[in-house]
């Protein structure tokens, strides 16, 4: 699979007339998978960047562990002093670390966006994302965040199809463990936000695919059916009203 990936990338990165691949590493699973996919299709011409924005510190640390472990040049690019100023000026007040609003926490990984595109038109590359399939099924996302990307190579993998591949690749164990989070605010866990773990949203993902949904809980299977309606809008391009 991971072979199958990586010619992917190379493909589209040649398609576009590019030179090689910039992506933010999170210290997640994720971005992890995506830093090593994309360093095994250009060795010489990848960028990964750190960007934290009032982040836990320890997702820093273990982006500089996955970056030494596949050799990625990084630069580490804070962001909290630029959340803030935005944050002042959209407000008119300073941010408050213990407010749990999505129309605040959005700007930032908007903000991680407009860091990556700026990399990525200064040395010609393309910005790949991290989103996985499961996360395009809830729509858990940032539209014009970390939804704005120029490819997905993980569209088609479930998270847990995320974590094999990540022990294919060598991954650091820990980081495989690790509660994945988008680092919205303090303690913000995807799960948590989303409301169901991982192992049941891709089994229910399985199940509706398959249209076999015995046995699963129909309470969560009505939140996964939910979201994938209330979310449909982020996937699919904007409207467009036709004469």
Known sequence: ??????????????EAGAQGCVFGISGGVDSAVVAALCKA????DVLGL??????NLQDAVDAKKVAEKFSIPIKTIDLEK??????????????????????????KPRLRMLTLYYYANKHNYLVVGTGNKSEAVMGYCTKYGDAGVDLLPLASLLKT???VL????VV????????????????????????????????????LESNKLAGLDPKKV????????????????PPLFMI
């Open 161 to 163: 199809q995320v974590r």
């Open 166 to 169: 990540a022990k294919d690749l």
């Open 1 to 14: 699979m991971n072979q199958k990936i990586t010619s992917w990338i190379r493909q589209k990165v040649n």
């Open 41 to 44: 299709a250009f060795p010489a």
């Open 172 to 207: 650091p164990q820990g980081i495989i463990d690790k509660a994945p989070s988008a680092g919205l605010w303090q303690g913000q866990t995807d799960e948590g936000e989303m409301g169901i773990t991982y192992a049941e949203l891709d089994k229910i993902i399985i199940a």
């Open 82 to 107: 630029s959340f803030d100023q935005l944050y002042l000026t959209l407000s008119g007040k300073p941010y408050d670390k213990k407010t749990m609003d999505l129309s605040i926490a959005n700007l």
């Open 222 to 237: 009505g939140l996964v059916k939910q979201k994938m309606a209330q979310n449909e809008h982020k996937r699919c391009l």
């Open 50 to 55: 750190v960007l934290p924005c009032q982040s």
